[in-house]
């Protein structure tokens, strides 16, 4: 097995790790067939990423050009992300009219995850269920625009609120203000492992468990096939909450300590030196471009507001309203992958189609 060490707030590297010592484990005493009948909820919906996209009208000539002067006339880009970003991907937003909370989705705060054994259990089970279709998700429009625009040094930097490494896969390397579903770091001593490590141990610990929602994933035990299945945008998946209490959480190897995904959960803070490292480049940018984030969370809004106050001209793409449009020269209404593809064509930059 691997682990991470932190190098620094956006880069890791790679060492050797001991396999996980054994946690106490509650064993399942249902059977697959009993666990795939009760696992999930009737009223989710499959991962597609046609009906994530609010509906938007084509961008206008003129806010296209508008877009282009900003970016042709910024030296230092600096690109800020937010959920909007991913809809095309397959991963939905919070706040659209198809977003996660108009299907009565409550995120996992800090104070609930650490105080309640339950609250874990019912956060990893339904984080191991969604954990092979979160990471199957590909790279959309938006996230390439932006990894070629880095490349011909037009955009200085990327900040992104998502947590689900797309940028990534698209070459980009952005400050993940809110971390990343792709680590796993313990609470008590730091420890850092890989996600798929944890999804493992996860695996062998509810290996009865495991087996039914393999049977789901193709269809079997009388389930649809589309497996009732409800994505939400930090990774995990909607599971009646009766099965959790049979779903086993492993532990720190190193520690025996708490693990948790390596996100800013609602109700906890960002960590100092990745704010410092998000504030450092917006300062040394001379513009910020809001793609696809309604800035409603005070760690981004604090980003735009201080781009504001150094002078920076601010551009926000977002279907919606955002809290920050009163500090915008500039807002365009429309899809991110809609727009940013005939931007890069507008800019003259020769790219593989996308």
């Known amino acids: 097995m691997q682990k991470l060490q932190r190098n620094c707030c956006t880069s890791w590297r790679w060492k050797a790790c001991r396999t996980f010592s054994a946690c106490p484990t509650i064993a399942p005493t249902a059977r697959p067939y009993d666990i795939a009948s009760t696992i999930l909820t009737a009223q989710g919906r499959t991962l597609h990423p046609n009906k994530l996209v609010p509906e938007s009208p084509p961008p206008s000539a003129q806010d296209l050009n508008f877009l282009c002067k900003f970016v042709e006339r910024s030296q230092r880009l600096v690109v800020l992300t937010g959920a909007g970003a991913s809809t095309e991907s397959g991963i939905p937003d919070y706040r659209s009219p198809n977003g996660a909370y108009n299907t ?53 930097g990327i900040i992104t609120q998502n947590v689900d490494r797309l940028h990534h896969k698209a070459g980009s390397n952005p400050i993940e203000l809110h971390g990343t579903t792709h680590v796993v ?30 049977m789901l994933e193709k269809g079997e035990a009388g389930s649809d096939v589309s497996f009732g299945l409800q994505q939400r945008p930090d990774g995990d998946i909607e599971i009646k909450d009766s099965f959790n209490e049979a779903f086993n959480i492993p532990h720190c190897d190193k520690c025996g300590g708490m693990l948790k995904p390596d996100v800013v959960f609602f109700g906890d803070n960002v960590p100092q030196a990745r704010v410092d490292a998000a504030k450092s480049m917006i ?9 696809g984030s309604s800035v409603m969370v005070m760690s981004a809004f604090r980003l735009v507001r201080l781009a504001k106050d150094c002078g920076l001209p601010v551009a926000i793409l977002n279907i919606g309203p955002t809290r920050a449009d009163e ?28």
């Not at 300062?283 to 793609?291: K, M």
């Not at 020269?329 to 189609?353: D, F, Q, T, Y």
Request: proline share 4%; aromatic share 8%; hydrophobic share 40%.
């Open 104 to 156: 009565g989705f409550k995120p996992m705060t800090h104070q609930e995850f650490v105080r309640s054994v339950t609250s874990r259990q019912r956060y990893w089970a339904r984080s191991y269920v969604g954990w092979r279709r979160f990471l199957a998700a590909l790279p959309g429009p938006t996230h390439k625009v932006l990894s070629k625009l880095e490349e011909r040094s037009r955009i200085f």
């Open 185 to 214: 770091v313990c609470l008590e001593c730091g420890d850092l492992v890989h996600r798929q490590v944890v999804q493992e141990k996860m695996k062998e610990l509810n290996s009865e468990w495991s087996k039914a929602v393999e």
């Open 283 to 291: 300062q040394a940018g001379d513009s910020l471009f809001v793609v």
């Open 327 to 354: 500090l915008a020269s500039i807002k365009v209404e429309a899809r991110s992958g809609e727009v940013l593809p005939r931007l890069l064509s507008m800019l003259s930059l020769n790219v593989h189609p996308i």
